[in-house]
């Protein structure tokens, strides 16, 4: 089955800099690839995502990048501000058929004022 | 996109009891899933709640401890059966739009159980 492994475990920038998580994944008929940001006592909250025809995908700050050779994605944040100070989740599904997404383990961003 | 309620978002219980989570999207939605979520931790897939059929588990979860039950396109609910304070975690339901225009699936806030 599928496996997402995600890094860092934890990050910590200075507001302003920029932000990178990675992750890799094992199935390559994967094709959908969403990024979830998790605040405390909240809900995962969806921020960005994209789909195995795309390389690159931009939402104002944030952007995602997939490499299918490599089996590799990573989110990007830019102009880092305290409010993203939160546990971003990444995560890989066939996006059809069972439609079962499985997340890494999460990365701990923290922005410093 | 979908809004996602649950109920109820925290509670305390004690051993041996059973709590039922109701979650609530605000849109008719082809497929609802139950995640368990530890502290600090990633989101553990309990089970895919099927509208007019069985729940589907994952490895390690069992109906008669989590049963769930999917009446119709809006609405699940989860009980935590006879409850041991191994299962304090969030709760969490999820909902996918498949069939909707876009792949995606969303999150309500959670609900977060302590069991003493």
């Known amino acids: 089955g599928e496996n997402v492994e995600q890094h860092p475990s934890t990050l910590s920038v200075q507001e302003g800099d920029s932000a990178v998580i990675k992750c890799t994944y094992s199935?390559?008929?994967?094709?959908?690839f969403p990024w979830y940001k998790q605040e405390l006592g909240k809900g995962p909250q969806l921020i960005i995502d994209i789909r195995s025809n795309v390389g690159e995908k931009k939402d104002q700050r944030i952007a995602v990048t997939l490499n299918k050779t490599a089996k590799h994605f990573s989110l990007h944040i830019t102009e880092t501000q305290p409010e993203d100070s939160a546990v971003y989740f990444c995560a890989a599904s066939l996006g059809t058929g069972g439609f079962k997404t499985i997340f890494g383990a999460g990365t701990r961003l923290f922005v410093k004022a | 996109s979908a809004v996602i309620s649950q109920k109820p978002s925290r509670d305390i219980c004690q051993r041996g009891t059973s709590l039922t989570i109701q979650c609530q999207v605000d849109?008719?939605?082809?497929?609802m899933f139950w995640y368990r979520q530890q502290p600090g931790q990633s989101l553990t897939l309990i089970a895919t709640a099927n509208q007019g059929s069985e729940a589907t588990y994952e490895s390690g979860f069992v109906i008669d401890k989590f049963p769930i039950s999917r009446p119709n396109l809006t609405f699940s609910t989860l009980t935590v059966s006879n409850m041991s304070p191994e299962d304090s975690s969030i709760y969490l339901c999820?909902?996918?739009?498949?069939?909707?225009?876009?792949?995606?699936?969303?999150f309500g806030p959670g609900t977060r159980l302590l069991v003493l």
């Open positions: 199935d390559s008929a994967s094709n959908y």
């Open positions: 999820s909902a996918d739009t498949r069939g909707q225009g876009a792949e995606t699936q969303y």
């Open positions: 849109s008719q939605v082809t497929m």
